[in-house]
């Protein structure tokens, strides 16, 4: 599982520099961004060959391809040559997406729920899964999205005039979007079948802790933060970087807990939050 969560972050990281624009924003923010993918990497190796019973289609997808993409985009960088940057960073996004949802799939988070999701939304699994694969995409973007527009916060300070606030607000608005999609799919996937889906495993689930967790899940991960990103697209109107950039340290914290008690409830439930 850490591999998986460390494989959406690195997605994340590519997703935030492949929507924005590479000559809006200095090289040195884009080769700050690669660096941490590396090192993100590099743990999740650790954590990939530490597990047992891997297939070689696992390891490539979690760790060979998004590992020469960054490398690709590292050197790109260094060149200078902007536009091949993103589209490496966005080949990136794309197979830390497939690999943490084929992660996800393989560490059978969802086996022992299937048959009474199905029951309790009259859904068949396939659209369960169009729902983790959809969380997955939106949890990859926020988590690496949010570090790296917290990053180009900090960039500012070293900057000078090389940027005008246009790439802080477009990233900012992105987050706002991703954070609302979140959201609808933590309420669609996950809230509406719990509470109110006609199964008796269901409903059974209505304990205290879990619903405790749930709660945790809406207010720390998606409701705090979603006033946070409200909050930092003033400061960015205003041009107060400073402000937005230490308000981005706590909403990225939030959204990074926020997540993993998500993941911890699929695991539990078998659905998505």
Not at 68 to 87: D, E, F, N, S, W
Not at 110 to 123: I, K, Q
Request: with cysteine; proline share 2%; charged share 10%.
């Amino acid at each position: 599982m850490l591999s998986v969560f460390l494989l959406t972050i690195v997605g994340g990281i590519g997703f935030a520099q492949a929507v924005s624009d590479p000559y809006q924003v200095t090289l040195r923010w884009l080769r700050l961004g690669g660096l941490i993918a590396a090192g993100l990497l590099a743990v999740s190796a650790y954590a990939v060959f530490s597990h047992d019973g891997l297939r070689l289609a696992d390891v490539a997808l979690l760790l060979i391809a998004p590992a020469i993409l960054v490398v690709g985009q590292l050197i790109a960088v260094q060149c200078g040559k902007r536009v091949v940057q993103r589209v490496a960073a966005a080949a990136c996004w794309v197979v830390c997406f497939v690999g943490a949802f084929s992660g996800l799939m393989d560490e059978g988070l969802l086996a022992t729920a299937h048959d009474h999701v199905a029951e309790a939304v009259g859904w068949p699994v396939a659209n369960q899964m169009v729902g983790l694969a959809a969380a997955a995409a939106a949890s990859a973007s926020l988590l690496g999205g949010l570090l790296m527009t917290m990053l180009l916060g900090h960039a500012y300070l070293t900057a000078g005039g090389e940027m005008t606030q246009a790439p802080f607000r477009r990233l900012v608005l992105v987050l706002a979007a991703l954070l609302v999609v979140r959201a609808a799919l933590a309420v669609g996937f996950g809230a509406w079948p719990y509470f109110f889906g006609s199964s008796d495993q269901i409903v059974h689930a209505h304990q205290s802790w879990a619903t405790m967790m749930i709660a945790s899940r809406f207010a720390v991960g998606l409701i705090v933060p979603g006033v946070f990103i409200y909050m930092i697209d003033e400061c960015v109107r205003r041009r107060a970087n400073q402000s937005a950039t230490g308000i981005l340290y706590v909403a990225t914290v939030l959204v990074w807990i926020g997540e993993g008690i998500g993941w911890s409830l699929l695991g539990t439930t078998g659905l998505v939050f």
